[in-house]
């Protein structure tokens, strides 16, 4: 929770509150549902919240904004990316029926009104239209680009163009190089927001639509 605060020190009282409950949340219910690796569970704040939380670095997501976050599992990076940005509207979407749940029982437990859980996978995912889709260790980055840009909008409203913010590890550049010809893509990489070692290999890849 001191990572948070130290990043994000002008959180209101509400978002600190919910910060400081979502730890606690997770622990309780990884032990009734695997949603993150037993010895990885007591880096819930190092590793998983602050690691969604660095999306906000690329880009700062406007009131009334609506995100879609593909694959969330058990609520990665769209949970945390509610709390900071609460008067814009999450969809978290997954194919597996408990972690939705799981999702949907931690929302509940916050009272974050701006997020939605759906089981549903990318694919499957008609009628509905997304300013940005983010993702956080799902799919390589020629298939999320192509779950993703045909359900972005056209009507532009943020500083960076509708598309893309995926968090990433690897051979990112690589990855890049393979999205279909024309594409326009930015690596950012997460030691430019975070100083802590765990962040040195990371990325953030913006992909416009």
């Known amino acids: 929770m001191e990572l948070i605060k130290k990043y994000f020190p002008n959180l209101n009282e509400t978002q600190l509150s919910r910060f400081e409950q979502l730890g606690?949340?997770?622990?309780?219910w990884n032990q009734k549902i695997n949603l993150i690796s037993r010895k990885d569970i007591e880096f819930i704040y190092d590793h998983h919240i602050l690691h969604s939380l660095a999306i906000s670095g690329v880009l700062t997501?406007?009131?009334?904004?609506?995100?879609?976050?593909?694959?969330?599992?058990?609520?990665?990076p769209g949970i945390p990316l509610a709390i900071l940005f609460p008067e814009t509207r999450f969809t978290l979407i997954d194919g597996t029926g408990k972690k939705i749940m799981v999702v949907q029982e931690i929302a509940n437990a916050l009272?974050?009104?701006?997020?939605?859980?759906?089981?549903?996978?990318?694919?499957?995912?008609?009628?509905q239209n997304f300013d940005f889709v983010v993702s956080r260790a799902v799919a390589e980055?020629?298939?999320?680009?192509?779950?993703?840009?045909?359900?972005?909008?056209?009507?532009?409203?943020?500083?960076?163009p509708?598309?893309?913010?995926?968090?990433?590890?690897?051979?990112?550049?690589?990855?890049?190089?393979?999205?279909?010809?024309?594409s326009y893509a930015e690596l950012h990489?997460?030691?430019?927001?975070?100083?802590?070692?765990?962040?040195?290999?990371?990325?953030?890849?913006?992909?416009q639509a």
């Open 61 to 76: 997501f406007l009131p009334g904004a609506e995100v879609l976050d593909i694959g969330t599992g058990g609520g990665f």
């Open 24 to 28: 606690p949340l997770y622990q309780d």
């Open 189 to 207: 990489p997460l030691s430019e927001f975070f100083k802590e070692p765990y962040y040195e290999e990371k990325y953030a890849v913006y992909v």
């Open 111 to 127: 009272q974050l009104e701006n997020v939605t859980a759906q089981q549903i996978r990318a694919e499957e995912l008609k009628g």
């Open 141 to 160: 980055l020629p298939l999320l680009a192509a779950w993703s840009i045909r359900l972005i909008k056209n009507k532009q409203q943020h500083a960076i």
């Open 162 to 182: 509708n598309g893309l913010i995926a968090l990433k590890g690897g051979n990112v550049k690589q990855e890049i190089k393979t999205l279909p010809r024309g």
